[in-house]
């Protein structure tokens, strides 16, 4: 029963700390002291390690030998190898479900976007991580468990890379996204349902700065300069 109880606890410093890091308030190259987090959430440094070693697995913290545990901070090779897998599983996905959408699922996932119309313009961090379950449901309805483990995953990663490349982030159309995408899948047009998926991702993608020129003074205040010369 102990034990039981102490993995109850792990999941639950573990869901936290993972809502944390995806809500963008732990920050990529925070570092995680085992002291400080256990003194915080009142455990002990085994149930917070046993977290921490959890988020690892998931690309969500590295640890540094000597330095304890940090954020996770992708490098700009890894945020294009993770959007390009993201693109290839939930592609899949979207082809799943207009093929066998569980009887319920379509209620779920309506429900869903009416808690993201709830937040829209209100939280932007609950936005983030109510747009990226969204995913994660279509994942789970799918039926096929290892589907849905590997686009949890990749979803969580994804919301590190925003935290890091992401010019601006605006969930008001990702939301309506949402929309014609659950909108195709019940009409059964899959190229339609794929197509949009596509499309949703691709902006999401295109919201970080993959070109690999970080933006600087100069550059921010030409963008703005820009608008007095019209």
Request: hydrophobic share 40%; glycine share 6%.
């Amino acid at each position: 029963m102990a034990e039981h109880g102490k993995s109850t606890t792990t999941d639950a410093v573990y869901d936290l700390l993972c809502r944390a890091i995806i809500e963008q308030s732990l920050k990529p190259g925070m570092r995680l002291p085992e002291d400080m987090v256990g003194e915080q959430f009142g455990v002990s440094r085994t149930i917070v390690r046993h977290a921490l070693v959890r988020l690892e697995t998931e690309g969500l913290v590295v640890s540094k030998r000597n330095r304890g545990a940090f954020v996770a901070e992708p490098t700009l090779e890894e945020a294009r190898q993770i959007f390009e897998v993201r693109r290839c599983l939930e592609t899949e996905v979207t082809r799943l479900l207009v093929e066998r959408m569980p009887r319920s699922g379509f209620d779920a996932l309506e429900a869903h976007v009416r808690r993201e119309h709830g937040t829209k313009g209100k939280d932007g961090p609950v936005s983030i991580r109510l747009a990226g379950e969204f995913h994660i449901l279509m994942a789970e309805l799918s039926g096929n468990a290892v589907l849905a483990k590997y686009v949890t995953q990749v979803v969580r990663r994804c919301s590190l890379i925003m935290a890091m490349f992401a010019n601006s982030h605006s969930a008001d159309c990702a939301v309506d996204e949402h929309s014609q995408i659950i909108a195709a899948i019940r009409a059964k047009d899959t190229d339609r349902a794929v197509r949009l998926m596509e499309h949703h991702l691709g902006a999401v993608a295109d919201r970080a700065n993959f070109d690999g020129t970080p933006d600087t003074v100069e550059s921010i205040l030409a963008r703005y300069g820009r608008e007095l010369a019209q």
